[in-house]
C-alpha cells in the first residue's frame, strides 16, 4: 500500500508562531495560561499542557492579576489588553500578523465610517474568537454576517464597508459581497476580501490531491471550522474520505483493498500527528 501525507498540510504560519512562542515561554516559566484554545487539536494541547500550558476562558481570565497571559493567533478586542494593563498582567501576544493587520484596517474603517453614518460588516461566524477580536475594534458595533440572509440587517440607505474573518471562503465573500451591493440604495458599498490566502489556497491544492488516492484521511480536531471546511473539500473530490481526530479513529476495515491512501490535514493539525496516523495504517 502505497501511503502519502500531504506536504502543504498542517499548522498555518499564525498557529506556528503561537506555539513556538509558548514553547518558549514555558522555558523558563512552569506554568502559562492561554487565554482559549490555542489551537483546535486535542492532542496538540495535550502535549502543550504537560509543558505546562493552561487553557483558560475569558471569564476566568477578567478574574486573574500579576501573572503571564499568551494571547494565541485569532487576536483578542482592546477590552482584554485593557484589562491587563490594570490588573499587571503580562501578555504574550502571538496574534496572527494577518489578522493584526486586519485588526488596525477595521478600526480605522468603524472610525471612518462613525463620521458618515455608515456600517462596518464583517463575514464570519458569530462568536468565533478572531471575529469577537474584530468586532472589538468597532466597540463591538459592527455587523456580524455568517449567512446570505443576514444581509437584512444592512441598512440600504447607509454607506458600507465589508471585510471578511480570514478563514472564511473565497467564493462565499465574493458572492456575498455583489449581494450587498446590489442591495444598496447608496451605491457606496467598499468590500475588501480579507481572506488569508495561506489557508484559501489550500482549497484547490487538496482538491487535486483528493483524487490522487483511492483513499483519502483527512486529520483534524473536532472543535475545528477549518477542519470540517477542507474535509468537505476532500469528501466532495474522494467519496472515500474519512476524518479522523487521532490513529485511534482509523478502521482497519476502510483499508481492505486499497491501493494507495492520501493523509492530509487543517491549518490546526501537527505534522506529527498525520505521522502518527501513517505510522498506524501500516500496521493494518
Known sequence: MIIEIDQKSGFCFGVVNAIGKAEAALETEEMLYSLGHIVHNELEEKRLQKLGLKTISHEEFFKLSACKVLIRAHG??????????????????????????????????????????GQVVIFGHQGHAEVTGLSGQTDHS????????????????????????????????????????????TGRVETHDTVCRQVSNRVPHLQKFAI????????????????????DVCKEQNIRSYFVSSPEDLQPEWFSGIESVGICGATSTPHWLMEKVSDKIKQF
Open 212 to 231: 490522487r488516492f483511492d483513499l483519502v484521511v483527512f486529520v483534524g480536531g473536532r472543535q475545528s471550522s477549518n477542519a470540517r471546511v477542507l474535509f
Open 142 to 185: 459592527a455587523l456580524i454576517i455568517e449567512h446570505p440572509e443576514d444581509i437584512k440587517r444592512i441598512d440600504p440607505s447607509r454607506p458600507v464597508i465589508v471585510f471578511s474573518q480570514t478563514t472564511k471562503s473565497v467564493d462565499d465573500f465574493r458572492k456575498l459581497s455583489k449581494n450587498i451591493q446590489e442591495q444598496s440604495q
Open 76 to 117: 483578542e478586542p482592546p477590552s482584554t489588553y485593557e484589562y491587563a494593563r490594570q490588573n499587571n498582567i503580562t501578555l504574550i501576544d502571538a496574534t496572527c500578523p494577518v489578522v493584526l493587520k486586519l485588526q488596525q484596517r477595521v478600526r480605522k474603517a468603524a472610525e471612518m465610517m462613525e463620521k458618515e453614518n
